[in-house]
């Protein structure tokens, strides 16, 4: 079943810095479209957190 994500962001101090968090990555397609849309709104992506990793090694930047 495919969601919609919804993304939501507040200018915090100085500056438009984004920290993404997502429970866990099975495609990063999740993460892409928020930073796809915070970079749109002129926000820096500082990087990405996550508690799991489910993409295969191969997408996930792993050696066989």
């Not at 101090?13 to 495609?27: E, W």
């Not at 479209?33 to 997408?59: M, S, T």
């Amino acid at each position: 079943r495919d969601v919609v994500p919804r993304f939501s962001a507040v200018e915090a101090g100085g500056g438009r810095f984004a920290l993404l968090v997502d429970d866990v990555v099975t495609t990063g397609q999740t993460l892409q479209a928020a930073a796809i849309a915070l970079q749109a709104a002129e926000w820096r992506v500082a990087g990405a957190v996550c508690l799991a990793d489910a993409r295969p090694l191969a997408l996930a930047g792993a050696e066989p």
